[in-house]
Antibody, heavy 123, light 110 residues
Framework: QVQLVQSGAEVKKPGSSVKVSCNTSGGTFSSYAITWVRQAPGQGLEWMGGIIPIFGTVNYAQKFQGRVTITADTSTSTAYMDLSSLKSEDTAVYYCARTYCTGGVCPYRGDVWGQGTTVTVSS | QSVLTQPPSVSAAPGQTVTISCSGS????????VSWYQQLPGTAPKLLIFDNDKRPSGIPDRFSGSKSGTSATLGLTGLQTGDEADYYC???????????FGGGTKLTVL
């Protein structure tokens, strides 16, 4: 059974960094596209970026360029999202999601989602 | 301001049918597949429809999707109180090279 288990809630100071992990089980890790989406309190979904391990491809939303780093460790089937220079506006639930690559196509649509990680940025 | 435009809310009675629209442009919906997600209160989003009109395994056929030009539509028939949720459309944007979402539509089953 496919499962994505994310790391626990974090409370961070403005200006610091946070690293959220997403451990996947079921299937071959490198055969999937991993996407990261966040949701601020009471707001909609916002795409941050994604990674396709089999191609070594990483894509970032322009809004987060230079502040977010997405990586993947194929040996532990775990993806990571590192967000730096945190501001209060970064307070949100952060989700990872996975989509199987088929026919050489690896969409970031998110077929299976993690449970979410709450990140609170407060002084 | 979301790249894709959805109505903020829709409502209907149990057993009725409702549709949710999602409007975009040629750089996103017009030339890429659309997905739809259901987010029940306090939970992670769940994929309902992918590639415009395909349902993942386990999604009942009460849910349907369609696309025409630069707009997409999610249909729900036989509404149940358990369908009360926020619904989001999403797709790839070839201009910004990013995934874009609609602002979400809150479905109320009266």
């Amino acid at each position: 059974q496919v499962q994505l288990v994310q790391s626990g809630a974090e409370v961070k100071k403005p200006g610091s960094s946070v690293k959220v992990s997403c451990n996947t089980s079921g299937g071959t890790f490198s055969s999937y596209a991993i996407t990261w989406v966040r949701q601020a309190p009471g707001q909609g979904l916002e795409w941050m970026g994604g990674i396709i391990p089999i191609f070594g491809t990483v894509n970032y939303a322009q809004k987060f360029q230079g502040r977010v780093t997405i990586t993947a460790d194929t040996s532990t089937s775990t993806a990571y999202m590192d967000l730096s220079s945190l501001k209060s506006e970064d307070t949100a639930v952060y989700y990872c999601a996975r989509t199987y690559c088929t026919g050489g196509v690896c969409p970031y649509r998110g077929d299976v989602w993690g449970q979410g990680t709450t990140v609170t940025v407060s002084s | 301001q979301s790249v894709l435009t959805q109505p903020p809310s829709v409502s209907a009675a149990p057993g009725q049918t409702v549709t949710i629209s999602c409007s975009g442009s040629s750089s996103n919906i017009g030339n890429n597949y659309v997905s739809w997600y259901q987010q029940l209160p306090g939970t992670a989003p769940k994929l309902l429809i992918f590639d415009n009109d395909k349902r993942p395994s386990g999604i009942p056929d009460r849910f349907s999707g369609s696309k025409s030009g630069t707009s997409a539509t999610l249909g729900l028939t036989g509404l149940q109180t358990g369908d009360e949720a926020d619904y989001y459309c999403g797709t790839w944007d070839s201009g910004s090279l990013s995934v874009v979402f609609g602002g979400g539509t809150k479905l109320t089953v009266l």
